[in-house]
């Protein structure tokens, strides 16, 4: 069975662009969580997706957005990029709510905004 | 509000040491669950164990053991004979269940360096 897989890898963009981060969840898995990592804050919450349906949301700002598919891929989407949203950025699948099922995280995108 | 706490920042100790991660969390809730995972240098995740709130029996994995007190709100993991392999950073979670659409709040992590 095919892991969690997110692309792209690496993301360079300067302050003021827009980026689209792609999460393909593993097959049967419903539920899809977006992770913001970073060395000061450490592994943050954004937003978890259940059958395209947001479940639930984090103390993020409004630019921070996702949305989920019928095939439960799940895109997030960060607009108007600070320096501060420099980060690993992890998408993780579960087959129920993350809130108590164990979840599969993906290898994360790198996102340097300069 | 929820919280985790994970005090020790670095660990590092030699092969086949015993090694003890603490976890300590707040929670208002009586329905919870409890969360350990690994990220190796590889940085993907790896999870290691859930806990729910009315089970309280310790576990054993092989090398790896967990501690669950609710009279301390702790939940601590033991790697014994430590292996350079289990050098990562280790994090503990917890979420509760009692509303719907609740997130899993992550501790910051206890990075564990083990040496040969």
């Known amino acids: 069975k095919a892991g969690v897989t997110q692309t792209p890898r690496y993301l360079i963009k300067t302050r003021g662009q827009q980026v689209t981060l792609s999460c393909s969840p593993i097959s049967g898995h419903r539920s899809v969580s977006w992770y913001q990592q970073t060395p000061g804050q450490g592994l943050q919450f954004l937003f978890e997706y259940f059958s395209e349906t947001q479940r639930n949301k984090g103390n993020f700002p409004g630019r921070f957005s996702g949305r989920q598919f019928s095939n439960s891929r799940s895109e997030m989407n960060v607009s108007t990029l600070e320096l501060g949203d420099s980060a690993l950025y992890l998408c993780?699948?579960?087959?129920?709510?993350?809130?108590?099922?164990?979840?599969?995280f993906g290898p994360g995108t790198r996102l340097t905004v300069l | 509000a929820q919280k985790v706490t994970q005090a020790q920042t670095e660990i590092s100790v030699v092969e086949k040491e015993d090694v003890t991660l603490d976890c300590v969390y707040e929670t208002r809730d009586t329905t919870y669950y409890l969360f350990w995972y690994k990220q190796p240098p590889s940085g993907e995740l790896v999870f290691l164990i859930r806990r729910n709130s009315f089970d309280e029996q310790n576990e054993i994995s092989g090398r790896y053991s967990w501690n669950f007190q609710k009279s301390t709100s702790s939940f601590n993991f033991t790697i014994t004979a430590s292996q350079v392999v289990d050098s990562a950073v280790y994090f503990c979670?917890?979420?509760?269940?009692?509303?719907?659409?609740?997130?899993?709040?992550f501790g910051k992590g206890t990075t564990l360096s083990v040496s040969s």
């Open positions: 979670a917890l979420s509760e269940i009692r509303q719907a659409g609740t997130a899993l709040i």
């Open positions: 993780a699948s579960s087959q129920g709510p993350s809130s108590y099922n164990e979840q599969f």
